[in-house]
């Protein structure tokens, strides 16, 4: 059984972990294993590169990051487009039958998984692996790859807590999480952030400058170095209640217009004016990608890796792996692709964070 492994879209730690998974669980269990490497995501199937992965390339890649495979990123929409009388998904089946391949698994975040799911309707043998920092793939309570981003940016919001405070500042520490918000929400209740701004949940700056204004009065009359400090956690794709109105490239129109391409500049321009604290704005940035996979992450890799490669020996195909309670299952490739878990603003979580004192920024 011949086997490919491609690993698309943003890395992340775990997808060596994955890969060592998928391999190691194959030598040992598939009769004639064997694997083989696709380089740099769906641009390498779309180039019909290969190469061989051997025992001895998978044994000591367990706790690496990034991935000794590559990868890109390839926009869905482009798929389908013809380019010279062929698209790139054409091109794509054609190659995996040119590689000889049973079976592709594709480690990616949720357009990885639309493509994966178009291969799937195209008859390739697929499974896909559910990687992402932003933990906001539909049909599994969690990806490889967020926990480790978790632990991340909880340590460099306490670091940036503790400069908020001799200071006295407002410091906004910004993480990715573009659609969803699941990494400020987890990485905020952990470092005990005063305030998480989510792009689930608009925010207003009046319900952010009065949380400050008070969190202030009631550090005033204090003796020593008390000078009140607020820390915020805000995601990338964070929205001000008054954006809601615009579409999303109208909204990066209006970013680009004033030389930002998030909310977080705005805000805290806004909190200066309107506060008169010293507010700084911190990005921990690609930090949270990179990097050894924490040991929760080294776990659920080698756990989903050694799943998926049983489905391929049972020959069960056109899924993604998942984590359903404390259980690994998967679900169809063609119910998955195009959605997305998002938080819920009305979940217990945010409940919860609420329940503690933490602000959404939203009343
Ligand atoms: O992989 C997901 C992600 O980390 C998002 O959170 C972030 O918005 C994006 O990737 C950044 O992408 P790029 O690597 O293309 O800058």
Redesign the pocket.
């Known amino acids: 059984m011949k086997l490919g492994i491609l690993t698309s879209?943003?890395?992340?730690a775990g997808l060596n972990a994955v890969i060592r998974a998928i391999g190691l669980y194959a030598l040992d269990n598939i009769k004639n294993a064997e694997i083989v490497g696709i380089p740099g995501g769906y641009g390498g199937l779309i180039a019909g590169e290969s190469f061989p992965l051997k025992r001895a390339d998978l044994e000591d890649i367990l706790d690496r990051g990034g991935t000794i495979l590559g990868t890109s990123?390839q926009p869905f929409k482009m798929m389908t487009v013809p380019e010279g009388g062929t698209s790139r998904l054409e091109t794509m089946c054609a190659n995996y039958r040119k590689t000889g391949l049973d079976c592709l698994f594709v480690l990616g975040?949720a357009g990885t998984h639309r493509t994966a799911a178009l291969l799937s309707s195209e008859g390739c043998n697929v499974i896909g692996l559910p990687k992402?920092?932003?933990n906001d793939i539909y049909g599994t309570d969690v990806t490889f790859g967020f926990q480790t981003a978790v632990e991340v940016v909880t340590e460099s919001i306490d670091r940036y807590r503790t400069t908020a405070a001799g200071h006295g500042r407002t410091m906004i520490v910004e993480v990715?999480?573009?659609k969803a918000g699941w990494?400020a929400l987890h990485a905020g209740i952990a470092a005990g952030a005063d305030m998480i701004l989510l792009p689930e949940i608009p925010f207003s700056v009046d319900a952010v400058c009065t949380y400050i204004e008070r969190k202030n009065a009631r550090a005033a009359g204090a003796s020593g170095w008390e000078k009140p400090y607020t820390l915020i956690v805000a995601a990338?794709?964070a929205v001000l209640d008054a954006e809601r109105r615009f579409k999303k490239k109208e909204r990066a129109f209006i970013r680009t217009e004033r030389g930002e391409t998030t909310v977080t500049p705005h805000l805290a321009e806004i909190i200066r004016a309107r506060t008169g604290m010293e507010t700084r704005v911190a990005v921990p940035g690609?930090l949270?990608?990179g990097g050894t996979p924490c040991a929760y992450d080294r776990l659920l890799s080698s756990r989903l890796g050694g799943y998926a490669a049983r489905l391929a020996a049972e020959g069960k195909f056109g899924v993604s792996v998942a984590v359903s309670g404390n259980r690994i299952t998967f679900n169809a490739l063609a119910e998955i692709a195009g959605r997305y878990k998002l938080v819920d603003p009305r979940g217990e979580l945010v409940a919860f964070a609420r329940g503690i004192g933490i602000s959404f920024g939203d009343r």
């Open positions: 879209g943003g890395d992340c990123r975040g992402t920092i932003d990715m999480g573009n990494l990338e794709g690609y949270q990608r």
